[in-house]
T-cell receptor, first 115, second 116 residues
Framework: AQTVTQSQPEMSVQEAETVTLSCTYDTSENNYYLFWYKQPPSRQMILVIR??????QNATENRFSVNFQKAAKSFSLKISDSQLGDTAMYFCAFMKPYGSEKLVFGKGTKLTVNP | DAGVIQSPRHEVTEMGQEVTLRCKPI?????LFWYRQTMMRGLELLIY????????DSGMPEDRFSAKMPNASFSTLKIQPSEPRDSAVYFCASSPLTLADSYEQYFGPGTRLTVT
C-alpha cells in the first residue's frame, strides 16, 4: 500500500518570503500522480499543483512550484512571495491511475504566514 | 458550474440516530469519492464510485456505513446507527478521471457531523 509522509506538522513564514513544505511517499509503482491540496480555515479543499510521475520537469503554478525527485520519492512544495492568504493546511497526496484512483493523503502541514 | 454540492453543511445528531449525507457531483464527471477527515486519522477514502458502480469500498469502517449512487448526479452516505466516533468532516469529491485532466478531484465544501 502507498503511504505519504509529511514530516512538518507546522511551519511559519514571514509575508513575502519563501517557504518549502516537505513530502515523501512510498510506492512500488512507476506511473502515478502527486498533488498538493490547500485547506484554508473555510475547510474547502483546493488543488494547488499536480505532478505526473512520468514527467521529469517540475510543475509550476504562479508562486507555487514543486521539487519532484522520483528516485528519492520526494515531492516538496515551494511557495514564493508568501501571502497572508496562503495560511492554511497543506496536504500532499498520491494517486495511482488505472485501478483505484483514490487519493492517499499525508497528515498535513499547517502553514502560517505572518505579517 | 456550481462545483460539488454537499448537504447538509452541518449535522448534529444523537447517538443511535440515522444520518444521511448527500452529494451532487459536477455534471459530466464519471467518478465520485467519499472521504472522511478526523484529527486522529487525517483524510481517508471511504468509498469510490465509477459510472455509478462502487469500485473500492475498502475504507468503509463497518456495516453501519453504506453508500449509494442511484444516478450520475446524486450520491448518499448513510450511517445507521451513528456513534460519537463517527464525528468528522465528510467530503465528497468528483473527477472526470481523464489523463487530460491529470486525474484532478474536485472537492465539495464538506459536511461537519457531530454525534453526541
Amino acid at each position: 500500500a502507498q503511504t505519504v509522509t509529511q514530516s512538518q506538522p507546522e511551519m511559519s513564514v514571514q509575508e513575502a518570503e519563501t517557504v518549502t513544505l516537505s513530502c515523501t511517499y512510498d510506492t512500488s509503482e512507476n506511473n502515478y500522480y502527486l498533488f498538493w491540496y490547500k485547506q484554508p480555515p473555510s475547510r474547502q479543499m483546493i488543488l494547488v499543483i499536480r505532478q505526473e510521475a512520468y514527467k521529469q520537469q517540475n510543475a509550476t503554478e504562479n508562486r507555487f512550484s514543486v521539487n519532484f525527485q522520483k528516485a528519492a520519492k520526494s515531492f516538496s512544495l515551494k511557495i514564493s512571495d508568501s501571502q497572508l492568504g496562503d495560511t492554511a493546511m497543506y496536504f500532499c497526496a498520491f494517486m495511482k491511475p488505472y485501478g483505484s484512483e483514490k487519493l492517499v493523503f499525508g497528515k498535513g502541514t499547517k502553514l502560517t504566514v505572518n505579517p | 458550474d456550481a462545483g460539488v454540492i454537499q448537504s447538509p453543511r452541518h449535522e448534529v445528531t444523537e447517538m443511535g440516530q440515522e444520518v444521511t449525507l448527500r452529494c451532487k457531483p459536477i455534471s459530466g464527471h464519471n467518478s465520485l469519492f467519499w472521504y472522511r477527515q478526523t484529527m486522529m486519522r487525517g483524510l481517508e477514502l471511504l468509498i469510490y464510485f465509477n459510472n455509478n458502480v462502487p469500485i473500492d469500498d475498502s475504507g468503509m469502517p463497518e456495516d453501519r456505513f453504506s453508500a449509494k449512487m442511484p444516478n450520475a448526479s446524486f450520491s448518499t452516505l448513510k450511517i445507521q446507527p451513528s456513534e460519537p466516533r463517527d464525528s468528522a468532516v465528510y467530503f465528497c469529491a468528483s473527477s472526470p478521471l481523464t489523463l487530460a485532466d491529470s486525474y484532478e478531484q474536485y472537492f465539495g465544501p464538506g459536511t461537519r457531523l457531530t454525534v453526541t
